[in-house]
């Protein structure tokens, strides 16, 4: 399904596009299954329509909004954006959407939120994955963002990529895109939205937390303990050419940097 | 019929490396949908993922015989095939080794030291394979001959090699725990089975007996 026409941007113009058939069939979407195929194989029965965002915590401006809601005026851009997961891969995709910092204003948040809380649907019904009895998920998978990481310009709310309708394996109707952070920081499916005084508890850093912190930012010189950051394959990657490149701090978006002045980037991880 | 039942068993364990090789040629022209895009990764934990299915096979022959306790099992057949399957798990760990090597550390061996340091699975993995090699190499007729007794005791090393596979396979969960604990176990079962029966032979005349 073609979405509404989307302005254009400069960013990533310069960047070669990871082929559409790739964004959307290599996927970590666990509440589909873990395997990387199973979200694109299993993602249809997601119902996205109707769709509604909760929202709530330190704002003025609280309840229960549809998707129509939500991006009612809302101006669409295209932007294309590296995507960097922290399983060492990494594509470019032309996302669709708008800065979160023009949702964000609507709902009025006081001067006490200090984070922001997105959670993803749960629904064993329609995500396969969630009814697995050996999963380390404890569902609904939940994500979190400082203030300012979420005010800042970069950040967005997904509503397409390539010119049409997100996919749903690729986090339909309305996902988040942080492209300065490790993928999963991301968070596909959004059914509620919470300011918060505190820090957010958030999916894998539940998990292990010595393998993904809060923050999440990419970074070439702080490791996961199972493999090295440092560099990372650009898919499609080849057999025999593996495409693999220099992972680069902040995924290369270097005008985020100053979000962490001061902060400790090997213990803040 | 032991030469048919060996063509059968040679076939039945050549199948998944014909697959994974169509899969590679297929690649090359384009069709990359097989192995999805991360290709190399896709090789490396299927040749894994069947080196540890032959070594299960392999460890599970001597206790099938026994649970089974079918006289034409107990007298040829099953053990005549266990060479092979024991041979097939070091061809498949081989492979998973050669394509870690190729398509993963892309022949960068100067980060293979201090990968294997931070990352203990590696080196768990590693020094099964080692294990692996000298019951490869000396699974010959030859060998056992020349070996006499020796032959035994060397064999055993597949047990701690086994053990070392699992937790090789268990140190990399991520999400799903399920494959990775599934194989752990069925390792403990195979050499509990055997550890029950040394207990038992040790002490003929405890109540198992």
Same mark, same amino acid.
């Given at each position: 399904?073609?979405?509404?026409?989307?302005?254009?941007?400069?960013?990533?113009?310069?960047?070669?596009?990871?082929?559409?058939?790739?964004?959307?069939?290599?996927?970590?979407?666990? +509440?589909?299954?873990?395997?990387?195929?199973?979200?694109?194989?299993?993602?249809?029965?997601?119902?996205?329509?109707?769709? *509604?965002? /909760?929202?709530?915590?330190?704002?003025?401006?609280?309840?229960?909004?549809?998707? +129509?809601?939500?991006?009612?005026?809302?101006?669409?851009?295209?932007?294309?954006?590296?995507?960097?997961?922290?399983?060492?891969?990494? $594509?470019?995709?032309?996302?669709?959407?708008?800065? %979160?910092?023009?949702?964000?204003? =609507?709902?009025?948040?006081?001067?006490?939120?200090?984070?922001?809380?997105?959670?993803?649907?749960?629904?064993?019904?329609? $995500?396969?994955?969630?009814?697995?009895?050996?999963?380390?998920?404890?569902?609904?998978?939940?994500?979190?963002?400082?203030?300012?990481?979420?005010?800042?310009?970069?950040?967005?709310?997904?509503?397409?990529?390539?010119?049409?309708?997100?996919?749903?394996?690729?986090?339909?109707?309305? =996902?988040?895109?942080?492209?300065?952070?490790?993928?999963?920081? *991301?968070?596909?499916?959004?059914?509620?939205? =919470?300011?918060?005084?505190?820090?957010?508890?958030? /999916?894998?850093?539940?998990?292990?937390?010595?393998?993904?912190?809060?923050?999440? #930012?990419?970074?070439?010189?702080?490791?996961?303990?199972?493999?090295?950051?440092?560099? +990372?394959? =650009?898919?499609? *990657?080849?057999?025999?050419?593996? #495409?693999?490149? *220099?992972?680069?701090?902040?995924?290369?978006?270097?005008?985020?940097?100053?979000?962490?002045?001061? $902060?400790? %980037?090997?213990?803040?991880? | 019929?032991?030469?048919?039942?060996?063509?059968?068993?040679?076939?039945?364990?050549?199948?998944?490396?014909?697959?994974?090789?169509?899969?590679?040629?297929?690649?090359?022209?384009? !069709?990359?949908?097989?192995? &999805?895009?991360?290709?190399?990764?896709?090789?490396?934990?299927?040749?894994?993922?069947?080196?540890?299915?032959?070594?299960?096979?392999?460890?599970?022959?001597?206790?099938?015989?026994?649970?089974?306790?079918?006289?034409?099992?107990?007298?040829?057949?099953?053990?005549?095939?266990?060479?092979?399957?024991?041979?097939?798990?070091?061809?498949?760990?081989?492979?998973?080794?050669?394509?870690?090597?190729?398509?993963?550390?892309?022949?960068?061996?100067?980060?293979?030291?201090?990968?294997?340091?931070?990352?203990?699975?590696?080196?768990?993995?590693?020094?099964?394979?080692?294990?692996?090699?000298?019951?490869?190499?000396?699974?010959?007729? &030859?060998?056992?001959?020349?070996?006499?007794?020796?032959?035994?005791?060397?064999?055993?090393?597949?047990?701690?090699?086994?053990?070392?596979?699992?937790?090789?396979?268990?140190?990399?969960?991520?999400?799903?725990?399920? !494959?990775?604990?599934?194989?752990?176990?069925?390792?403990?079962?195979?050499?509990?089975?055997?550890?029950?029966?040394?207990?038992?032979?040790?002490?003929?005349?405890?109540?198992?007996?």
């Amino acid at each position: 399904e073609q979405i509404g026409a989307a302005r254009e941007t400069s960013f990533g113009e310069d960047e070669v596009l990871t082929p559409y058939s790739s964004v959307t069939q290599y996927n970590n979407f666990y +509440e589909f299954g873990t395997g990387k195929d199973d979200p694109y194989r299993y993602a249809s029965k997601l119902k996205t329509d109707p769709w *509604s965002v /909760t929202v709530d915590g330190e704002c003025e401006v609280k309840g229960s909004f549809t998707l +129509e809601d939500l991006l009612k005026g809302q101006s669409l851009e295209e932007r294309i954006y590296r995507l960097r997961c922290v399983e060492a891969w990494s $594509m470019v995709i032309p996302w669709i959407g708008f800065p %979160l910092a023009d949702l964000i204003k =609507r709902f009025k948040p006081l001067a006490s939120a200090k984070y922001i809380e997105f959670i993803t649907l749960e629904d064993k019904k329609q $995500m396969p994955g969630q009814r697995s009895a050996f999963s380390t998920i404890d569902w609904p998978y939940r994500e979190g963002l400082r203030m300012d990481e979420a005010m800042h310009p970069l950040t967005i709310m997904a509503v397409g990529l390539y010119g049409e309708v997100l996919p749903n394996q690729n986090g339909a109707p309305l =996902r988040l895109v942080v492209p300065w952070k490790y993928g999963f920081k *991301s968070i596909k499916s959004i059914v509620a939205i =919470r300011f918060r005084e505190t820090m957010p508890r958030t /999916t894998w850093n539940d998990i292990a937390p010595n393998e993904y912190g809060f923050y999440a #930012n990419v970074n070439p010189q702080v490791d996961h303990p199972r493999w090295s950051q440092a560099s +990372e394959r =650009r898919l499609p *990657s080849g057999l025999f050419k593996p #495409n693999r490149i *220099s992972t680069r701090l902040f995924n290369g978006y270097d005008e985020v940097a100053s979000l962490y002045s001061g $902060m400790d %980037l090997h213990k803040y991880y | 019929m032991i030469r048919l039942r060996r063509i059968v068993l040679f076939v039945l364990g050549i199948t998944p490396f014909l697959y994974i090789g169509q899969a590679i040629v297929r690649l090359q022209s384009g !069709e990359w949908e097989i192995l &999805g895009p991360e290709p190399g990764k896709a090789v490396v934990w299927f040749t894994g993922t069947w080196a540890f299915n032959f070594l299960l096979l392999t460890l599970a022959v001597t206790p099938l015989r026994r649970l089974l306790k079918q006289p034409w099992l107990i007298q040829h057949r099953l053990i005549q095939h266990r060479r092979m399957l024991g041979l097939f798990a070091f061809f498949y760990a081989s492979l998973h080794l050669l394509s870690y090597f190729a398509f993963l550390l892309e022949w960068r061996f100067a980060e293979l030291g201090a990968e294997t340091i931070k990352r203990p699975y590696l080196l768990l993995g590693m020094t099964a394979w080692l294990l692996l090699l000298p019951l490869a190499v000396t699974s010959t007729r &030859g060998w056992q001959r020349r070996l006499k007794q020796g032959w035994k005791r060397l064999h055993k090393l597949i047990y701690p090699l086994s053990v070392l596979v699992a937790v090789h396979y268990l140190l990399q969960i991520r999400s799903s725990w399920f !494959e990775p604990v599934l194989y752990a176990a069925l390792v403990l079962c195979l050499l509990l089975l055997r550890w029950q029966k040394a207990t038992v032979a040790k002490h003929p005349d405890g109540h198992n007996s």
